[in-house]
Structures are given as structure tokens and as C-alpha cells.
């Protein structure tokens, strides 16, 4: 039985008897992870995690409008939290709790439980793939495979009165392989993940994925370095959604508004920022999303928050301590990592909706420029909407056919300017999956947007 399972929310109600506002997070976590390169064995992880978070909020005079204090211990205790939380509240804590609602729960539903699957038949997989892509990728030069699997189960009690309970279970799967000819270098990376059990595999055929990335990179030792320069840019369905993320998307999270981290945005709510035909969805109730949940980190149900709409900037992405500070309600974006952190505004599933334009039509429409159908690693400066961000897979087009394949390429820009140069939003929607990492905690996301033409784009790579 989980400690979790047993905990009975009306024993930490005295806890919560804040002045103010009391909130405790409660976590028991479970995952493993297997790490297999050269075509060995390099890493068998597991191990398991339970704790509990306590956050008292006063309002005060500071930058956030907030003072808040925030404390963990490694138990499940109400007694080990009461001291926890004398500590941190003192007086404050005064004896009167409102009573706690029934616990809502909410449980993903999973066909495979991870851990039913032996981890023999785990590290066959990876010993399988590499076997496979080895025998028929002789240019290869590096394979790394890994596999990982978690399951967390969580309680959001606070002075409030809510209590919630929700348990998530995740898989993934990564390929990253090398590939070398006559001294140059070139790389391919495939992923999947989702909140899924291991059915997530059987329905993603690992090898077929591997292929792939291995195919990318030895296709790319043939290919010649991209033309540097500014160009009409159209990005794939395929290529996924890192440009909105990193582009676009921390600039929305609240946070980074109000500390004027993200000037571009600040003052913006109701104002145009992107053409009149694209809108910009956060959606954390999508099925099986690698970002999705029930509830939030602070408890807050989850819902689709269209942060553009018909190009008009309509919200922030909330936690409940930035939704104070503008007199709104949280809009469920408050994410932590883990029971050791404070929950801050996150991203979950951030996408570009599709629009009316035929894809093959776009790619028909473009004269001279680059066709970019798998991205990279990117990052941005919030502060400038300065991005860069690496292509795995792109194409030459002129007069709207591929003419060849080209390598080391990145794209430029400013995050503001090119998503208001917009002119074509293409019908279909592609997915990314990855971490994202802000202030030192990471969270599980995907990123999608449909096929899309950016008229004007610099593109690093070769100067003639």
C-alpha cells in the first residue's frame, strides 16, 4: 500500500491554519530509466521518492505582492509537518482550519503498467534497436538509447478547503545516434513519450523511430551546408513545436511578464501581436499529452487557456501567486518539480492551431528558401525575444520543389516579430515532446503548431 493511500486529508488540517493562505503537497513518486551506448549496458536507474511540500503565502509590499515560505521534509508525517510548519509560519498558525472538501481523485488511465514489464525484456528492446540500426547503418558511429518510465502520485491540500489527488504515469523513449564519413559529422535524434504506460511502445514501434534518426543522419554526410542568409522559412507540420515554445511561450508565462523579463508582452492583453488568423492554445486536458493533468501543482483544475486568439493577446500563463498580483483567478499553469519546489508558472501543451491553408501549397508558394521538417535543440532570451534554434532536417526549394537536403543550419530571430510575420498556417498540426527547464526545475511538455510560412527569416550556415 502507498503512503498516500492512507493519508487521511483531515490530519493535516491544522497545518493549514494559516492566517493567510496554506497549501500542502503531498508525493510519492516511482521511476527507472535505462541508459544503453556503445552498444552496452551503461546505466540501469530506479529508485523511489515520497515527501512532502508546505507553502504559507502573506501578502506584503515586495515585487510579487507575496511573501511566501516554503519548506520539505522526506515523510509523510502530519506530525514531522506540524513542526515543519511552525518553523515557517510561527504564530501565524492560528489553530483555526476550515474544513477540508471530499478528496477528488483522479487517476490516468493506463493499459501497461511500466513496471509489470520485466526489465529483461526492457534492455531486449535496446539491445534489439542498436543490433538493427548497426547492421544496417554501417556510417554509424554512436548509438544512444534510453528508456524511462514514472509514476507519481500527488495530494494538493489547502486552507482553501480544497483536496485533490491525482496520479500520472509516464513512458519515453529516445534515440540519439552519430554518424561519421571522411571527418564530418552529423547527428539524428527521435523521441516519443506521453502520458501512457508501456502500450506507448507498442503503438511507437522504437526501432521504426531509430531508423529514422539514423536515416537523417547519415543522409546529412551527403548533404551540403545550408546558404547563410535571410530567407522565406517554411516550417513543416513534422518539424514540431519548438519555435512556439521557446519562442513565444516563456515570454507568456506570467512570471517573466511582471518581473519585465519579457518586455514585449508586458501591457499587451487585448492588443494584436500575431496575424488575425492565429491563435496560441496552452492545453493541459489533451489525452495522453506528455504536459497533461487533471489538476495542477497548486490544485487548480486544468483547462485550455488561449493565450492568442484571432492575434489578439487574450491571457498570461497563471500560478496562483501571479494571478493575485494581476486580480485574476489562476488559469492552472502552476507546475513544480517536485515536493522540494515552489510551484511557478509552466507551460503543458503549447500549440499554434492549425489554420485553412493547404501544406503541399505552401511548399508550392515558395520560391527560393529553406523547408525545415525536423528542428533541434533552440533557446531563447526572454528579456530581447532573441532565439536560436538548430535544424536536424531541412531542405533547399526552388520554385516550390525540393531541389536537395542540407546540413548545420540554425534559424534567427526575434520571437515577437516573426510570429507576427505569419503569413501561411497550414491545416494539419505535428508534435514535440521534451523537459523544459526554468529556475532549475524541469516538467514534462509537448509543443505543436501546423505547417507555416515565415516570408523573411535569417538562417545561419554557409556564407558563399
Known amino acids: 500500500m502507498s503512503k498516500l493511500s492512507a493519508v487521511k486529508p483531515e490530519d493535516w488540517a491544522p497545518v493549514l491554519a494559516f492566517e493567510e493562505y496554506a497549501e500542502a503537497y503531498l508525493e510519492e513518486s516511482w521511476g527507472a530509466s535505462l541508459h544503453f551506448e556503445d552498444s552496452r549496458t551503461e ?26 515560505r516554503h519548506g520539505s521534509l522526506n515523510a509523510i508525517d502530519p506530525a514531522a509537518a506540524m513542526a515543519l510548519a511552525r518553523r515557517l509560519a510561527g504564530s501565524s498558525l492560528n489553530g483555526r482550519s476550515k474544513g477540508l472538501s471530499a478528496l477528488t481523485r483522479c487517476a490516468q488511465p493506463v493499459t501497461i503498467r511500466p513496471e509489470d514489464i520485466g526489465l529483461e525484456r526492457k534492455i531486449e ?49 529516445v534515440a540519439d545516434v552519430t554518424a561519421e564519413r571522411d571527418g564530418i559529422l552529423q547527428t539524428g535524434h527521435e523521441v516519443v513519450g506521453g502520458a501512457k504506460g508501456f502500450e506507448l511502445l507498442l503503438e511507437h514501434d522504437p526501432l521504426r523511430l531509430a531508423r529514422g534518426a539514423a536515416a537523417r543522419a547519415v543522409a546529412k554526410l551527403s548533404a551540403p551546408p545550408a546558404k547563410a542568409g535571410e530567407m522565406p522559412v517554411v516550417l513543416a507540420a513534422s ?17 517573466h511578464v511582471q518581473e519585465g523579463t519579457s518586455p514585449a508582452y508586458v501591457g499587451k492583453v487585448g492588443q494584436v501581436v500575431a496575424p488575425e488568423n492565429l491563435s496560441i492554445v496552452d492545453d ?20 485550455p487557456t488561449a493565450v492568442v486568439k484571432d492575434g489578439v493577446l487574450r491571457e498570461y500563463l497563471y500560478d496562483r501567486i501571479t494571478a493575485a498580483k494581476d486580480g485574476k483567478a489562476p488559469n492552472g499553469h502552476g507546475r513544480r518539480e517536485s515536493y522540494r519546489h515552489r ?5 503543458s501543451n503549447l500549440y499554434i492551431a492549425p489554420g485553412k491553408d493547404d501544406p503541399a501549397r505552401i511548399l508550392s508558394e515558395l520560391d527560393r528558401g529553406l523547408l525545415v521538417t525536423r528542428m533541434g535543440g533552440g533557446q531563447v532570451n526572454t528579456a530581447t525575444g532573441e532565439f536560436v534554434f538548430e535544424v536536424d ?24 516579430e516573426t510570429l507576427k510575420s505569419i503569413d501561411r498556417l497550414g491545416w494539419d498540426i505535428g508534435w514535440g515532446i521534451g523537459t523544459c527547464g526554468k529556475d532549475g526545475q524541469g516538467v514534462p511538455v509537448s509543443d505543436g503548431q501546423p505547417t507555416l510560412r515565415i516570408p523573411r527569416m535569417l538562417v545561419g550556415g554557409r556564407h558563399d
Do not use: C
Open 239 to 255: 518539424a514540431g513545436g519548438t519555435f512556439v515554445h521557446e519562442a513565444i511561450g516563456h515570454s507568456l508565462e506570467a512570471d
Open 343 to 347: 510551484p511557478i508558472p509552466r507551460m
Open 125 to 173: 528492446l535496446l539491445v534489439s534497436v542498436d543490433r538493427a540500426l548497426r547492421e544496417e547503418f554501417p556510417l554509424l558511429r554512436q548509438v544512444s538509447l534510453t528508456y524511462a518510465e514514472r509514476r507519481k502520485a500527488f495530494m494538493v491540500l489547502n486552507s482553501e478547503g480544497h483536496a485533490r489527488y491525482e496520479e500520472r504515469v509516464a513512458t519515453l523513449f
Open 43 to 68: 546505466e540501469i536507474a530506479s529508485g523511489a521518492d515520497v515527501g512532502a511540500g508546505l507553502r504559507y503565502l502573506r501578502r506584503s509590499e515586495g515585487p510579487s505582492g507575496f511573501e511566501t
Open 393 to 416: 532536417e531541412g531542405f533547399w526549394v526552388e520554385g516550390g520543389v525540393i531541389k536537395h537536403q542540407v546540413r548545420d543550419a540554425n534559424l534567427l530571430g526575434i520571437g515577437p
Open 284 to 303: 493541459p486536458t489533451l489525452p495522453f499529452a506528455r504536459g497533461s493533468f487533471a489538476f495542477d501543482d497548486e490544485g487548480t483544475l486544468a483547462r
